[in-house]
């Protein structure tokens, strides 16, 4: 098992420009989320998505657009990208067993917007 | 709404020494608790889970936390630090609402002194 994995691991835009965060895991999981990791600040939800074909905003989804492509791929866009937006993302997906969960992290996408 | 916060933003400690990592957290309902361990330009890794069972929760790497509702915490601590231990933390909780978000910390930097 690959577990969570992420493309591509580092991404440098210019303000402007648009770009697709990739995600996909082989856990067979319902449940996908998207993070951003930003200095001092832990993890923040940006979007989820609980099931194939459902999507629902997070704490922070002002500027990004998600797809679940299928129960394995959970996408992440950007359609026009800000500074503020140069984070660390996260993708995880959520093992589901009776009344207990744990979320899988991939390793990361360090994005850089100048 | 749920929030939890991390006392401190560093810790530091000499190797062969006890490890306490402090966290509070506020919930509106039972919640599940985690911590994370993430060490430089990695992903997150579970290293253990509270959900309603045994209030003392042992984890991986020699860790435990104990669960104390009276004093809404959740610390962190392991007898002995090992130089690998040295990592960011995040404590996190979980309402189990819908698409069951997770409500991280800002982190705790954990340096380890040979």
């Known amino acids: 098992n690959a577990g969570v994995t992420q493309t591509p691991k580092f991404q440098v835009l210019k303000t402007g420009q648009s770009m697709t965060l990739q995600c996909a895991q082989d856990m067979n999981h319902n449940s996908m989320y998207w993070y951003r990791q930003d200095p001092g600040m832990g993890l923040r939800l940006i979007y989820y998505?609980?099931?194939?074909?459902?999507?629902d905003k997070g704490e922070v989804p002002n500027g990004y657009n998600v797809s679940r492509l299928n129960k394995r791929e959970f996408s992440l866009r950007l359609e026009s990208a800000a500074p503020s937006q140069t984070s660390v993302y996260f993708c995880a997906s959520q093992l589901e067993s009776g009344v207990t969960y744990e979320q899988y992290f991939g390793p990361g996408t360090r994005l850089t917007v100048t | 709404a749920q929030s939890v916060t991390q006392l401190d933003s560093h810790v530091s400690v000499s190797e062969g020494t006890p490890v306490l990592l402090r966290c509070n957290y506020s919930?509106?309902?039972?919640?599940?608790l985690f911590w994370y361990v993430q060490h430089p330009n990695k992903g997150l890794q579970l290293l253990l889970k509270y959900t309603s069972a045994a209030t003392l929760v042992k984890g991986i790497n020699g860790f435990e936390a104990e669960f104390k509702k009276s004093e809404t915490s959740f610390h962190l601590t392991k007898p002995s630090a090992h130089m690998s231990d040295a990592a960011e933390y995040f404590c996190v909780v979980s309402e189990g609402n819908a698409g069951n978000m997770l409500t991280f910390g800002g982190g705790t930097r954990l340096m380890v002194k040979p």
């Open positions: 919930s509106s309902y039972s919640p599940s």
């Open positions: 998505s609980a099931s194939e074909g459902t999507t």
